[in-house]
């Protein structure tokens, strides 16, 4: 049974930040590519970040460029994203995803979801 479980999300003010983290269980973690979606209410599910097998390769959405590192521990199974400078901008409901191979951006390539966890920035 594949499992993906998201912690870490919260209440922050503006400016803070939060650190995400995504453990996978029941599938080869070491050859997943691993990325980060949100959705906020409303709107269309969005790309935000993510990593290859190996962790040396990452790629970001427009949005969180400069702010958010996603990074990766292959021994713990597990994938970060630590968000920094948050904005109410933020605020939405951040999804784990995983797919054996190319780390793609697009939602509809990925196999594997996790239940999400509510990130919510106060102005």
């Known amino acids: 049974q594949v499992q993906l479980v998201e912690s870490g999300g919260g209440l922050v003010q503006a400016g803070g930040s939060l650190r995400l983290s995504c453990a996978a269980s029941?599938?080869?973690?070491?050859?997943?590519?691993m990325a980060w979606f949100r959705q906020a209410p409303g709107l269309e599910r969005e790309f935000v970040s993510s990593?290859?097998?190996?962790?040396?390769?990452?790629a970001y959405g427009d949005s969180v460029k400069d702010r958010f590192t996603i990074s990766r521990d292959n021994v713990r199974r597990t994938v970060y994203l630590q968000m920094n400078s948050l904005t109410p901008e933020d605020t939405a409901v951040y999804y784990c995803?995983?797919?054996?191979?190319?780390?793609?951006?697009?939602?509809?390539?990925?196999?594997?979801w996790g239940q999400g966890t509510q990130v919510t920035v106060s102005s």
């Open positions: 990593i290859n097998w190996s962790g040396s390769g990452t």
């Open positions: 995803a995983a797919r054996p191979g190319i780390p793609y951006p697009n939602s509809t390539d990925y196999k594997y």
């Open positions: 029941g599938l080869a973690f070491e050859i997943n590519a």
